[in-house]
Structures are given as structure tokens and as C-alpha cells.
């Protein structure tokens, strides 16, 4: 009997021992009591401010060497007859910003936010929000984006999540009051559960299809109910990895309802917003079904969705189909297609979606010229679809980055509105096509030249002159903008 009590006490001091080396093998706390707050289990409650150590956020000039401080974005200054708040209407991606951890593929996370309890409570969320709220009125800025998943937890039922929802919607409401802020857009998280593995509305299974329909009109509903100007359709795993096994014509078929219910629904709940695909070529997918913009320009034509719907083109996106964030957006423009901007980059050197922050100030005032072409983006906007580097890790990093981002792009629209202004640029285009401006040309564009009449013209002409394109003269008075 002694001998019996004594394994059983060596068993429990063996137990003891191993949950003592699971706590020290931890994840390091995520609430440090030297940083001016202070969490409260089971509570959305915090003491103090969630960001003590930075001011408001203001512009103080191109000479400044705050790195707190706007050099180039100066919110209420008016450009071509519109303030640069109104220009941008910059927003903060809420998954990025308050969900990103710096895990990859190869390694842990890095960040440890000091209002984070290491759970994906309720409650926790609740004080995500808190502290986006904060967050933007800090920055000067109006808008963010989410993903319904990333601001409130999935359940173990639809019921559950939306309930889940709910009550951080309800917070988010409440502190909406007495502010501008609100949801540049909403969107589904169709992509993270392993039941989309197959993908939402292009799914093999037609239960993850309904699935899908029942959680996008729930986030439907809350960006609505909001004050959301927009609601993003982002296609992460609608396409394929090999045709083999993939009746494509289906399931493009089966997308393009799903697209026709969800127009369908946000007409009855009367939700003005703007409905707007994201495209991307691949990544999680081999190939993604809105691979660019003309691709989805051409399935929104083909089904009958092209008055209902407008894109949302992100620079990195544009970037892995081949082309230029330039590119994407002038066939979005001439498309009539333009809607939203995901501000980011890629890495030249990388063949993945790195979501890095705008930092290049010449593809920021390409991105601005087609902007003002468009006559701006309202009721879209800029969003910070960007993240840290996972080597970035302190709480100031979030604003320096946003920062860094706003005034990249607030010197595109400067440098763009001097290149345009100036019209050496324009004037260039102009004398390249001014062949077009004959009454030949003139009759070729409004379709009134055939084949026999060309062909009688051609031998009157004789061979052709063929002018120089002059692109070095081009680039360089582009560069001299900067």
C-alpha cells in the first residue's frame, strides 16, 4: 500500500514537473505590465490607452524628420479641386494590422502585441477592436476592412459564428458613434476553413456552396449594417490545381450564380454598396478563375454581371499575373471597372503574395495618373492590404509603416499632378498618335474604313514613316517629376 502511494505521489511530482515545462515553453506573455495597460481575463476590458507611447498623427512637412509624422500627406490641403483625405480615403486592413502574427512557413511568431491574451475569444476580440478604433483615430483615418472571421471567432456552428459576429459588430457600432469611421469594405473569409478546401462557390460540394452563400450573406449584412460603402468577393481557393479532375465550365458557371444571389440579396436588403471581385492569378490555387483584370472583366461580361460589379486591384496581385499595379489599373479604368485599391507591393525577387506597403514613389504616381483619369475611386478607396515584415515587432512599427505607405502614395498624387499639369507627357502621347487625327484616322475609329477603301489608301501612301516612340524622352520626364 506504501509502496503504491509512493508511485502515485512520484507520478503526480512527474505531472507537476511537465506542465511546469509546458508554461516555461510557452509563448512568451503578450501583456507586459510595463507598457501602460493591463489585461483583465475573460473581459474586452483595458486600462488605459492600447497605444501610450504614440501621439495623434500629424503633418508637419517634407523637411521633417519624425518618423511619427506625415511628411507628404496632408489630409484638408486641396488638390485639383478635392483634399488628398478625399483623394485616398485611406484604409486600415484589419487581418493584416490586429490578426498578423509574422508566422511563415519556416518559423513561429514574432509579434506579441501587449493587448493580446494568446486566445480567440470573444472577448478578445472585442478588444481588437477597441484598439483599431484607436489605432485609426491615431493615424487621421476613417476607413478599415475585414474579413468576418478575423474580427470575431468561428463557432462550432453557423449559428454560433454569427453570434460570435454579432457582438463584435455591436461593439464596433457603439464606436462608430461620434466619428467618421466606418468600413471602406466587408468581406467573407472563404478560404482559411479546411471545408473550403475545394473552395466556396466553386466548391465540388454543394453544402460547402450553400455554406458559403449563408456566410457571405451574413457579412453582407453587417458591412450594411456598418455604414460599409463596399463588399470585396476575394477568391483565394476558387479555381483549381489540375484540370484533371475539374469540370471548370461548372464551376465557372456555379461562380457566376453565386454572383448572381449575392446582387440579388444586397438589392433586397437595399445595400447601395459597391460590389467588387479582387483578382489574383494563383496563390493558394495553381490558378485562380479571376486570374487579372481582363479576365474578370471578360467572365462578368460573358455572364451578364458587368453593370453589377466593379474590381479591386492590388498592386501585388498584378504583380504575380505578369503585369504592372500600371496595367491592371488602366485595363480597370478603361473598363469602367476601377473601384478599390489594395495598396501594397510585391518583392522583385520573390514569387509570392508578400504584402509589403507601398514604398516606391514612381509606381505610386503611375498608380496616382490613373486615379485622377478616373476622376478618383469614391465610394472605394486605399487599402492597406500590407503587413510588417515579420522582423518588424514593436507596437510603433504598425504606425510607421501605414505612415511610410500614405505618404508614398500622397507624393504620387503630387509628382502625378505635375506631370500632368506640365503636359510634356501628354503632349508626347498626342504627337505619337497624331497620324490618328487625319480623316483617314478619323474614319477607321468611328468604323467607316473597309478593307478595299485601306487597301486603295495604302497605295496612295506609298510605304510608310515610321517616328520614333521616343520612350527615353518619356522616361526621363517622368523621372524628372520625382
Not at 46 to 73: M, T
Request: glycine fraction near 8%.
Amino acid at each position: 500500500m506504501i509502496q503504491t502511494m509512493k508511485k502515485v505521489e512520484i507520478l503526480l511530482l512527474l505531472l507537476c514537473l511537465n506542465a511546469a515545462s509546458f508554461l516555461v515553453s510557452a509563448d512568451p506573455p503578450t501583456c507586459p505590465a510595463d507598457l501602460g495597460g493591463k489585461c483583465s481575463d475573460g473581459s474586452d476590458d483595458w486600462e488605459g490607452e492600447f497605444f501610450p507611447e504614440i501621439p495623434q498623427i500629424k503633418y508637419e512637412g517634407p523637411s521633417s524628420k519624425n518618423p511619427l509624422a506625415y511628411r507628404w500627406y496632408n489630409a484638408e490641403e486641396e488638390i485639383l479641386g478635392k483634399k488628398m483625405k478625399d483623394w485616398f480615403r485611406f484604409s486600415v486592413a484589419f487581418w493584416h494590422t490586429f490578426r498578423g502574427t509574422g508566422g511563415d512557413p519556416f518559423g513561429a511568431a514574432t509579434k506579441y502585441w501587449p493587448w493580446e491574451d494568446g486566445t480567440n475569444s470573444v472577448a478578445m476580440a472585442k478588444r481588437r477592436m477597441r484598439a483599431n478604433f484607436e489605432f485609426l483615430k491615431k493615424l487621421g483615418v476613417d476607413w478599415w476592412c475585414f474579413h468576418d472571421r478575423d474580427i470575431a471567432p468561428d463557432g462550432n456552428t453557423l449559428e454560433e459564428s454569427n453570434k460570435n459576429l454579432d457582438e463584435v459588430i455591436e461593439l464596433a457600432k457603439e464606436l462608430q458613434k461620434g466619428s467618421k469611421i466606418r468600413p471602406l469594405w466587408g468581406t467573407a473569409q472563404l478560404f482559411l476553413h479546411p471545408r473550403y478546401m475545394h473552395g466556396g462557390a466553386t466548391s465540388s460540394e454543394v453544402g460547402v456552396y450553400a455554406y458559403a452563400a449563408a456566410q457571405v450573406k451574413k457579412a453582407m449584412e453587417v458591412t450594411h449594417y456598418l455604414g460599409g460603402e463596399n463588399y470585396v468577393f476575394w477568391g483565394g481557393r476558387e479555381g483549381y490545381q489540375t484540370l484533371l479532375n475539374t469540370d471548370m465550365g461548372r464551376e465557372l458557371d456555379h461562380m457566376a450564380r453565386f454572383f448572381e444571389a449575392a446582387v440579388a440579396y444586397k438589392k433586397k436588403i437595399g445595400f447601395n454598396g459597391t460590389l467588387l471581385i479582387e483578382p489574383k492569378p494563383q496563390e493558394p490555387t495553381k490558378h485562380q478563375y479571376d486570374w487579372d483584370a481582363a479576365t474578370a472583366a471578360n467572365f462578368l461580361r460573358k455572364y451578364g454581371l458587368i453593370d453589377e460589379f466593379k474590381l479591386n486591384i492590388e498592386c501585388n496581385h498584378a504583380t504575380l499575373s505578369g503585369h504592372t499595379c500600371h496595367h491592371e489599373l488602366e485595363t480597370a479604368r478603361l473598363n469602367g471597372l476601377l473601384g478599390n485599391i489594395d495598396a501594397n507591393t510585391g518583392d522583385a525577387q520573390t514569387g509570392w503574395d508578400t504584402d509589403q506597403f507601398l514604398t516606391d514613389v514612381g509606381e505610386a504616381t503611375m498608380v496616382m495618373m490613373s486615379v485622377i483619369r478616373n476622376g478618383g475611386i469614391a465610394p472605394g478607396g486605399f487599402n492597406f492590404d500590407a503587413k510588417l515584415r515579420r522582423e518588424s515587432t514593436d507596437v510603433e512599427d504598425l504606425f510607421i509603416a501605414h505612415i511610410s505607405g500614405m505618404d508614398t502614395i500622397a507624393r504620387g498624387l503630387r509628382n502625378a499632378v505635375k506631370i500632368l499639369e506640365e503636359g510634356r507627357l501628354s503632349e508626347l502621347v498626342r504627337k505619337r498618335y497624331s497620324s490618328w487625327d487625319s480623316e483617314i484616322g478619323k474614319q477607321i475609329e468611328e468604323g467607316k474604313a473597309d478593307f478595299e477603301y485601306l487597301e486603295k489608301k495604302a497605295k496612295e501612301f506609298g510605304e510608310p514613316k515610321v517616328p520614333s516612340a521616343k520612350q527615353e524622352l518619356a522616361e526621363m520626364i517622368f523621372q524628372s517629376a520625382m
